[in-house]
């Protein structure tokens, strides 16, 4: 099946975590919410934001991952099964057609993971772009940054609350819009 390069899917997750950044015994790393946003290649537009709030199935939302995400236990626990939310992907985006893009590859290796410990199928292709890697290299970066940095290294506002899926995708969606811009002059 031919890769559709009409829009890469811009994907931001947010994960159960602790302070410290290790589980509690007895829990694991959860995707709780998937947020995306689709960028048209075309025209750069983003058509979009969507959040898909996932329920967490090996752990819970605790008050650290609150105070990053804002996201609670009440709210995440009225989400969908996490391969309900693979299956949108899927369905909706056809996130195995297209190619998917996130800031680092945390997002990529969280659902390879996920994927593989909970056995539900992978909802993406065998490509992924890693936008953080790009937009350094595309300003000649020494290192990678982090998205504030690099959204003001191109004078992109921060809209929306970081750490919020929606909220980053959108973000993220606005950076690889400006790299191809520049990449194609």
Known sequence: ?????????????ESTCWEGGFPPRGQANDIIEVG?????????????????????????????????????QEQVAAGVAFKDACKRLEDEYHSHER??????????????????????RYPFGPSHLNVKTLCSLALGLPSEVGLPQALAHFNLPLEGTHHRGHDDAWNVAALLAEVVKKMRG
Do not use: H, N
């Open 99 to 120: 190619l998917w893009a996130s800031y680092g590859d945390y997002d990529r290796r969280q659902f390879e993971k996920q994927c593989r410990e909970v056995g539900v």
């Open 36 to 72: 995306l946003c689709p960028l048209d290649l075309a025209t750069g537009r983003r058509p979009e934001k969507v959040s898909i709030l996932v329920r967490p199935e090996r752990s819970t939302v605790g008050p650290f991952c609150t105070g990053l995400t804002t996201l609670t």
């Open 1 to 13: 099946m031919a890769k559709r390069l009409d829009q890469v899917l811009v994907i931001d997750i």
